[in-house]
């Protein structure tokens, strides 16, 4: 009786070191990942801690999505799609008589790439109704304006750097006292990204509509 002889395919594997995107240097991080093919890794994303490309301690409450975008010489080239900071850190920002205020929108850098972007302020004390929407709306058109003068990678580098919250804690302490502003997550619009499903239901439906007129009359 033949005995089934068994394969490690983890053995088959072969590793990759993974390259940071053009705007951080592309220099290697620490991690390295697995694939039997180098076409298998193509377009995989990663989710890496920033600490891992910069060696900087000071940020590890911060991670990186990145996106593969091309394979060499055993060196996974990648791609930034988006960033987030660590809920633990966020919520050692709101405290007893602060408030914190979120804003979420959509921006458009020069370089015309479109993204997602959420901001915290965590205020020294709580204020009113009426200073909760002007920094609301002063961060929003700050954000706004920043992101139409940068280049994507210019001003990804800012956020992460933490140089762009700086800027944004400075001019909002001049409409009430700010004790942080955080840029906790940007996402990146891709090709990948599928319509929401009540526009796939409407596509079924129109198809539909369409097959029953195309039906031939019963004789």
């Not at 009113?128 to 280049?151: F, H, I, P, T, V």
Request: charged share 30%; net charge positive; aromatic share 6%.
């Amino acid at each position: 009786m033949a005995v089934k002889k068994t394969i490690d395919t983890w053995k088959l594997k072969h590793w990759y070191n993974v390259v940071a995107p053009k705007f951080l240097g592309e220099v290697h991080t620490t991690l390295v990942v697995p694939a039997s093919d180098e076409s298998l890794l193509e377009n995989r994303v990663i989710s890496i801690p920033l600490k891992e490309i910069t060696r900087d301690l000071n940020h590890i409450y911060t991670t990186v999505k990145l996106r593969v975008s091309e394979v060499k010489s055993k060196s996974a080239f990648t791609k930034f799609i988006g960033h987030s900071v660590a809920r633990e850190y966020v919520l050692t920002l709101v405290r007893r008589r602060r408030d914190a205020l979120e804003v979420h929108l959509p921006l458009v850098s020069k370089d015309g790439i479109e993204f997602q972007l959420s901001a915290l302020v965590v205020t020294s004390n709580t204020c009113s109704g009426k200073q909760k929407k002007a920094l609301r709306n002063n961060l929003s058109a700050l954000l706004k304006e920043k992101s139409s003068a940068m280049d994507f990678g210019d001003f990804v580098r800012a956020v992460l750097f933490q140089q762009l919250s700086g800027e944004l804690h400075a001019k909002l302490q001049k409409i009430y006292p700010v004790r942080r502003v955080e840029i906790t997550k940007t996402e990146l619009y891709e090709e990948f990204d599928v319509p929401q499903p009540m526009q796939l239901g409407e596509k079924e439906e129109k198809q539909k509509a369409e097959e029953k007129i195309e039906e031939p009359a019963a004789a």
